[in-house]
């Protein structure tokens, strides 16, 4: 997730920019006349999103230093993105100074409007937004491509090293997502294929004084709603949510996942696809912060335990918050 808004306390020296990504922050700002005085990192995951406070008379500006070797055409489909959604009555950031990415050697750099640090948006909120977005038609001229979840999981698997992840689970894990993969593909999904966002959780949301906004759009694609849908539901499920968080969801989306077909699709795919992606991603940050190893035993524990009564939801994961803190000043 990279959205504009998650501003926090201190951050750690991993997740500081590179010399490589300071100095494609600056040229890019430069280009556009873009002040960087006072400029502060929000989140560093795979790309650095930065606040430039006093970037033009206007206003403030988010600046995206998109990670090393990211396409182009995939980091303007997102600026297009953008522009689709106002179109379409949704609110999002839109893109200050240029619309099209700027490269600056190995890094692309995207700059969009500040919404502002109104924090996530409500659960109930959250729904209205989801509705609005899977209401869309889907905009043939963005050219999206079918989500294939498996396929990036199973990338980043591989990418491992073994002293976060030994043979036996690595090979287990992959046939786990292997499995899960193959039954998305061959399901027989409710409803039309929509565009979904991806991603979606209240903190890729911002609330704003024109109303809730919906941000990053790095992994929109089309496919099923209920993927999407399945983000709240195990937000609840994995996280330890509350259930009342989740039903205002359910009541303003229209639709329970977990009930849809008696509640198969998301007890045979998507949750064990949502699991999946969170034990990934507690070994990808284990790698940057130590103090998420065991963290990511656990998740893995309660991936491999799957539907064993021992192992009933919810399984109160920590969320990324507890263990990584970016906000820190961009050094001059």
């Known amino acids: 997730m990279t959205g504009q808004h998650k501003t926090q306390s201190t951050a750690p020296d991993s997740a500081r920019m590179t010399p490589a990504a300071r100095t494609a922050l600056e040229d890019a700002s430069a280009s556009q006349g873009f002040d960087t005085r006072g400029a502060s990192l929000l989140q560093h995951n795979h790309n650095w999103v930065v606040r430039l406070p006093h970037a033009a008379t206007w206003g403030s500006v988010i600046a995206k230093v998109h990670q090393a070797g990211a396409g182009r055409d995939a980091v303007t489909r997102q600026v297009l993105i953008t522009e689709w959604l106002h179109e379409g009555g949704i609110l999002t950031a839109r893109p200050a100074g240029t619309r099209r990415p700027i490269q600056v050697g190995a890094h692309l750099v995207t700059f969009t409007r500040d919404l502002g640090d109104g924090g996530p948006v409500t659960s109930g909120d959250l729904g209205r937004l989801l509705s609005q977005l899977h209401a869309l038609p889907v905009p043939r001229h963005l050219g999206l491509s079918r989500l294939d979840p498996a396929a990036s999981l199973l990338a980043r698997i591989e990418k491992l090293p073994g002293n976060v992840l030994d043979p036996a689970d690595r090979h287990w894990l992959t046939h786990r997502v292997?499995?899960?993969?193959?039954?998305?593909?061959?399901?027989?999904?409710?409803?039309?294929?929509?565009?979904?966002?991806?991603?979606?959780a209240t903190q890729n949301t911002i609330r704003t004084l024109d109303g809730p906004a919906l941000i990053d759009f790095e992994y929109v694609a089309t496919g099923p709603a209920l993927y999407d849908a399945a983000f709240l539901a195990w937000s609840r499920d994995g996280f330890g949510g509350g259930p009342r968080r989740y039903d205002r969801f359910c009541a303003t989306?229209?639709?329970?996942?977990?009930?849809?077909?008696?509640?198969?699709?998301?007890?045979?795919?998507l949750a064990p696809l949502r699991a999946a992606v969170g034990v990934v991603i507690a070994l990808e940050a284990s790698l940057r912060a130590p103090n998420w190893a065991k963290e990511a035993a656990y998740r893995l524990t309660c991936l491999r335990n799957q539907g064993d009564p021992r192992f009933a939801y919810p399984w109160r994961w920590s969320s990324a918050t507890d263990y990584t803190k970016p906000t820190a000043p961009v050094p001059a």
């Open 178 to 200: 292997q499995e899960a993969g193959e039954l998305f593909r061959t399901a027989d999904w409710v409803g039309e294929t929509v565009v979904l966002h991806g991603d979606l």
């Open 253 to 269: 989306y229209g639709t329970d996942v977990t009930t849809v077909h008696g509640g198969r699709p998301y007890a045979q795919v």
